[in-house]
């Protein structure tokens, strides 16, 4: 599930199978949990087997890509270098990426076919050290001084748009199916920062995709056909914007050419479903709940309504179409209370969890809360919870998918 929000960073997860008991799922299943245990080992758990075998020792951060080839660092401060290791070939040594010895780097993002690896690389400053942590899915550092980096498989490029800026201080990327990458760059943790603006580089060049620097951009993700949905302030309030991916103008994308999703609806969020649709969220006064709405975006149409049953405050439906999420946070400690719900209304599970993501085969690896900490590493199957491991502010991924979180007390 690709989840796009105005004003809140992209939420990436990956696709929800249309199943809601284990023995349904299709016996090809071959996503992969990928976690670095509190002994700082890069382990690789099978869900359906639910046996797991060590990868690398001594991992910081990781990606793990959909071919199976691993982007890290090092836990050893001495050793900032970006390495990548292909458990294929496990004699021969992980290969060293790095641009810049003097700098710090963390992995980002694989390309779908695992041709590029998005990382950034950022400097150390004595009189104010960086710290890295995960949020919303995605590496950030507090440095100020950071720059993207894709890397081919031989050679790595800075895609950084030379546009005079202030320095990034984060990033929010997502590959295309044909190998381009969107990406926003953040200026800055304030509302007196530069705004956030969203860029995209198509294996040459770097361009400004929304062209509107004054303003504020949010998240920015690809369907299959290579269209790209994202949220801008091109008026006056911000909004969800769908661009085709191919009309440009003076060698920028076409701002005329950009299509406002449902603005008739005021969608708070929306999501790219298999087959090409639009899946926004809007509130009923009638029903005093959310909505989910299919929207035709080629003859802005609304195809398809589901009620929403789960009285939380933000509901998405997951890609497959056949699940519906409604989260909102908890109060005392950095966490939300989460309902997962059929299109018919049944709400299938309800959990209190510190971050979660879905798998590209229908399961869900969440982290639940122990004594006020969120710390146990869990799965859902669509019938089943069991824990995987108990692990404390360690990166956790599917392989099928981008996004990483972490089990921690916030």
């Given at each position: 599930m690709?989840?796009?929000?105005?004003?809140?960073?992209?939420?990436?997860?990956?696709?929800?199978?249309s199943?809601?008991?284990?023995?349904?799922?299709?016996?090809?299943?071959?996503?992969?949990?990928?976690?670095?245990?509190?002994?700082?080992?890069?382990?690789?758990?099978?869900?359906?087997?639910?046996?797991?075998?060590?990868?690398l020792?001594?991992?910081s951060?990781?990606?793990?890509?959909?071919?199976?080839?691993?982007?890290?660092?090092?836990?050893?401060?001495?050793?900032?270098?970006?390495?990548v290791?292909?458990?294929?070939?496990?004699?021969?040594?992980?290969?060293?990426?790095?641009q810049?010895?003097?700098?710090?780097?963390?992995?980002?993002?694989?390309?779908?076919d695992?041709?590029?690896?998005?990382?950034?690389?950022?400097?150390?400053?004595?009189d104010?050290?960086?710290?890295?942590?995960?949020?919303?899915?995605?590496?950030?550092?507090?440095?100020?001084?950071?720059?993207?980096y894709?890397?081919?498989?031989?050679?790595?490029?800075?895609?950084?748009?030379?546009?005079?800026?202030?320095?990034?201080?984060?990033?929010?990327?997502?590959?295309?199916?044909?190998?381009?990458?969107a990406?926003?760059?953040?200026?800055?943790?304030?509302?007196?920062?530069?705004?956030?603006?969203?860029?995209?580089?198509?294996g040459?060049?770097?361009?400004?995709?929304s062209?509107?620097?004054?303003?504020?951009?949010?998240?920015?993700?690809?369907?299959?056909?290579?269209?790209?949905?994202f949220?801008?302030?091109?008026?006056?309030?911000?909004?969800?914007?769908?661009?085709?991916?191919?009309?440009?103008?003076?060698?920028?994308?076409?701002?005329?050419?950009?299509?406002?999703?449902?603005?008739?609806?005021?969608?708070?969020d929306?999501?790219?479903?298999?087959?090409?649709?639009?899946?926004?969220?809007?509130?009923?006064?009638?029903s005093?709940?959310?909505?989910?709405?299919l929207?035709d975006?080629?003859?802005?149409?609304?195809?398809?309504?589901?009620?929403?049953?789960?009285?939380?405050?933000?509901?998405?439906?997951?890609?497959?179409?056949?699940?519906i999420?409604?989260?909102?946070?908890?109060?005392?400690?950095?966490?939300?209370?989460?309902?997962?719900?059929?299109?018919?209304?049944?709400?299938?599970?309800?959990?209190?969890t510190?971050?979660?993501?879905?798998?590209?085969?229908g399961?869900?690896?969440?982290?639940?809360?122990?004594?006020?900490?969120?710390?146990?590493?869990?799965?859902?199957?669509?019938?089943?919870?069991?824990?995987?491991?108990?692990?404390?502010?360690?990166?956790?991924?599917?392989?099928?998918?981008?996004?990483?979180?972490?089990?921690?007390?916030?």
């Open positions: 690709k989840k796009l929000l105005f004003g809140i960073t992209l939420i990436l997860s990956a696709f929800l199978s199943v809601s008991a284990q023995d349904e799922l299709p016996a090809d299943r071959t996503d992969m949990l990928a976690y670095v245990s509190n002994e700082n080992r890069l382990m690789l758990y099978d869900p359906r087997e639910r046996t797991e075998t060590t990868v020792e001594n991992v951060t990781f990606k793990l890509g959909q071919d199976g080839r691993v982007a890290f660092t090092k836990l050893d401060e001495n050793d900032t270098d970006l390495y290791f292909d458990p294929a070939t496990p004699d021969l040594a992980p290969i060293n990426i790095s810049n010895p003097a700098a710090n780097h963390y992995p980002v993002a694989w390309s779908p695992g041709h590029y690896l998005a990382y950034v690389s950022f400097r150390e400053s004595s104010n050290p960086p710290y890295l942590w995960i949020y919303q899915g995605r590496y950030l550092a507090s440095s100020d001084d950071q720059a993207l894709v890397w081919d498989g031989e050679k790595a490029a800075n895609v950084m748009p030379n546009n005079g800026l202030d320095r990034a201080s984060g990033f929010f990327v997502d590959w295309s199916y044909d190998g381009r990458l990406f926003r760059a953040e200026y800055g943790w304030s509302d007196s920062d530069t705004p956030p603006e969203i860029y995209l580089w198509d040459k060049t770097t361009t400004n995709l062209q509107n620097p004054e303003r504020h951009d949010g998240g920015v993700v690809w369907n299959k056909a290579g269209q790209l949905m949220s801008s302030q091109q008026g006056e309030e911000g909004s969800i914007y769908i661009w085709d991916g191919v009309s440009f103008q003076d060698g920028l994308p076409d701002i005329n050419s950009f299509i406002r999703v449902a603005p008739e609806l005021e969608p708070t929306a999501t790219w479903t298999e087959d090409g649709f639009i899946s926004i969220t809007t509130y009923s006064d009638s005093d709940r959310n909505e989910i709405i929207w975006w080629k003859n802005k149409a609304i195809v398809k309504q589901f009620p929403v049953s789960s009285d939380k405050a933000y509901s998405w439906l997951a890609e497959g179409g056949q699940f999420l409604s989260s909102h946070l908890a109060s005392g400690i950095p966490s939300v209370y989460l309902d997962v719900e059929s299109i018919e209304g049944e709400i299938l599970l309800s959990v209190h510190g971050e979660y993501a879905w798998s590209a085969d399961y869900l690896a969440y982290c639940g809360i122990e004594e006020r900490m969120s710390r146990i590493l869990s799965i859902w199957d669509g019938g089943e919870n069991w824990i995987v491991t108990r692990v404390s502010y360690q990166p956790v991924q599917w392989q099928n998918g981008q996004d990483t979180f972490s089990c921690n007390n916030g």
